[in-house]
């Protein structure tokens, strides 16, 4: 009888929240993220191929937005789609129906990235206009971070040194004593692997004070007071991992060992990845709290990179982890109004929810949700694609099912400086 109980519970956790109240056709679970990934790029990349971002984008502010240049609407947008849709296009074409749509994906945004360093487009970014552009060029520059191949060595030389130079730009901007020292950081990261003149200190100086900001279990204060928010899974994680990375990449010795700092800093990745997956309910939702919840599937990001990074630690299976996010994107996409009109995301969590926007938010803002896609990188015949689907942790837990305990983890990997 329990057995029985487990797999028509299973068989329930698994089914998309449209099937339960709709006879529809189910979409194999890569389909479905590739289908939700080119909805939420289609807009964005062929407007801005063309050139014709800022004419065709339905824009929406906080009701609080501040008195910035709104024109860093277009860079958010483009900054924070690309950091999350860059591992999918770094896959071989192929004459799928995904591989088409994935080619013209790459396509579109490498005549984006044209455009937006080309003084003479109309989609040129507002490099520099606001203290906003680190943030987002920071994005920019982790894209390239990730599909290196497949968007940064096919640009042009102009296009090149035209980044380079807007890049090194940004250093005139003094960031907050917060994970914006990260924004810098992966910023100088990307010149130093370019093989571009970059700034060490800033590096260091940013992987210093992320060592000093680590408060222990997989979290990181947010500068030196710990607020309880997503921005371990928005920044932290990710950014200081692909800080490290660059540095080792572009094979920079200094005081700081690049390689045993990102082993420690993984290690702190895949724990947080097993809160992350333990935070997913039975029925795919998972906490909503802090500030930038607007960011909405950005929330799960390092989950994703673990994933994606083929990094997962043991606690977690691919079948695991694949059911559990497929089962969030179905419960915040298949019903909700996320996207407006004219296919832009609207500001919200699980819909159209303008009081939740906070005073720097937006629409541009929430393509951080992109972020989750990243195991789209994997090809189709990964085993986080093929393996069956299992259940995570919360279902387990809450069907009366054999789960497994969490406990603390501490830093095995003790640091000094090289010299």
């Known amino acids: 009888m329990r057995k029985i109980y487990f797999i028509l519970l299973l068989a329930f956790v698994m089914m998309p929240a449209q099937a339960k109240k709709t006879k529809t ?50 860079m958010e947008t483009f900054g924070r789609l690309m950091v999350g849709i860059a591992p999918w296009l770094t896959l071989p074409d192929d004459d799928t129906p995904e591989g088409l749509q994935r080619k013209q994906l790459r396509e579109w945004a490498l005549a984006a990235h044209k455009n937006a360093v080309d003084p003479e487009s109309p989609d040129y970014l507002c490099w520099g206009k606001s203290g906003q552009n680190l943030v987002d060029a920071a994005f920019i520059a982790e894209s390239f971070l990730r599909a290196w191949d497949a968007l940064w060595k096919p640009l042009d030389e102009t296009t090149k040194q035209r980044y380079v130079q807007e890049f090194q730009a940004l250093r005139k901007i003094d960031p907050p004593y917060t994970n914006w020292l990260l924004f810098s950081s992966t910023i100088e990261g990307l010149l130093a692997k370019a093989g571009a003149q970059f700034d ?10 992320v060592e000093e900001w680590y408060v222990g279990d997989g979290w990181y204060a947010d500068g030196p007071a710990f607020a309880f928010d997503y921005y371990s899974s928005y920044v932290f994680h990710p950014m200081y991992l692909e800080t490290l990375l660059a540095m080792m990449d572009a094979k920079r010795s200094s005081r700081i060992d690049y390689q045993k700092y990102y082993e420690r800093a993984l290690r702190r990745a895949q724990k947080y990845a097993i809160i992350l997956e333990r935070f997913i309910s039975p029925d795919g939702t998972f906490p909503v709290f802090g500030r930038s919840v607007t960011y909405r599937m950005a929330a799960m990001q390092p989950l994703a990179l673990m994933a994606w990074y083929q990094k997962l630690p043991s606690e977690l299976s691919n079948g695991q982890v694949r059911a559990a996010l497929t ?6 996409f298949d019903f909700q109004e996320n996207y407006n009109d004219a296919g832009y995301l609207t500001i919200g969590f699980c819909g159209s929810q303008l009081d939740v926007a906070d005073w720097y938010t937006n629409n541009g803002s929430l393509y951080m949700a992109s972020m989750a896609f990243m195991p789209l990188g994997l090809p189709a015949n990964h085993p986080f694609w093929t393996d069956a689907p299992q259940p995570w942790t919360q279902v387990k837990a809450w069907g009366g099912l054999p789960f497994p305990k969490d406990h603390r983890w501490a830093d095995e990997i003790q640091i000094k400086d090289r010299w």
Request: charged share 35%.
């Open 327 to 332: 089962k969030v994107l179905h419960r915040m």
């Open 200 to 209: 060490e200190y800033r590096v260091n100086m940013t992987c210093r004070k």
């Open 25 to 74: 056709t189910e979409l194999a679970d890569r389909e479905y993220w590739c289908t939700q990934a080119y909805k939420m790029a289609q807009p964005v990349l062929e407007n801005m191929a063309k050139g014709e971002l800022r004419k065709n984008m339905k824009t929406e502010f906080s009701p609080s937005f501040d008195n910035r240049d709104r024109s860093v609407a277009y």
